[in-house]
């Protein structure tokens, strides 16, 4: 059964998610501010117990959603998901780019949530059997134990920005449209405005510039091209 941790000061919605969640499958734990996530985290960092994912609201007390995500990779490697509410656009373009996964806006389908939750563990839990394998490149890409090295040098991706790697190197010369990378790499239909899939290849495209000047090439109107 997944193990995972809410993080969210509204302990009504945190109830109803946990209840809904507990019925699919699912062991939820719930905490009511930034302080609780971050001690929660580094409790079972190195437990059998350790969390496989984490739902995290932006608008939280003691410490905001934002500041636990400068904080985490110092702590944990757990994949994540943001709470947002849809006027804060800004705030899920920063979280992004502080290495969240994904992000769902409030008020909260759990329905949603749990395609979310489903679709996130599934990429960082596919077996050694069901991977494709990938072409030569000055990138390697461990995909059973999801690690990525450069000429021999490891380098810090998220778990999302992995598996855009994958994606476009399984495609590596080829433009890969943006629709197809959000539908099978994010799991969710491309929305007009919708920046996420930008800030995932943006923050990718810093990592790997050391290596190359232009890594990954945005081709206007079509999509993106890994051209390393």
Not at 109 to 116: D, H, S, V, Y
Not at 136 to 147: A, G, I, P
Not at 187 to 196: A, G, I, K, T, V
Request: hydrophobic letters at 40%; charged letters at 25%; glycine letters at 4%.
């Amino acid at each position: 059964m997944p193990n995972i941790l809410i993080g969210d000061d509204d302990e009504e919605l945190t109830q109803l998610l946990q209840e809904y969640l507990h019925n699919h499958g699912i062991h939820c734990d719930c905490v009511h501010d930034g302080a609780a996530v971050i001690q929660r985290l580094k409790a079972v960092a190195h437990d059998d117990s350790a969390y496989d994912l984490l739902v995290l609201d932006i608008m939280m007390p003691k410490i905001d959603g934002l500041s636990v995500l400068r904080q985490l990779p110092n702590i944990s490697d757990i994949p994540v998901i943001m709470l947002t509410a849809k006027s804060e656009e800004i705030d899920r373009i920063i979280g992004l780019e502080l290495g969240a996964d994904d992000y769902i806006t409030k008020p909260c389908n759990p329905r949603e949530l749990l395609a979310r939750i489903n679709a996130v563990i599934k990429r960082t839990n596919t077996t050694t059997s069901e991977h494709t394998p990938l072409p030569e490149s000055r990138l390697h890409l461990d995909q059973n134990q999801r690690v990525c090295e450069i000429d021999g040098v490891a380098l810090q991706v998220t778990g999302t920005e992995f598996d855009l790697l994958v994606a476009l190197l399984k495609q590596k010369g080829e433009v890969v449209s943006k629709a197809w990378l959000s539908e099978n790499v994010l799991q969710r239909e491309l929305q007009p405005f919708d920046r996420s899939l930008d800030v995932h290849v943006s923050r990718l495209r810093k990592k790997l510039q050391p290596f190359h000047d232009e890594p990954i090439k945005a081709v206007r109107g079509k999509g993106y091209q890994l051209v390393l």
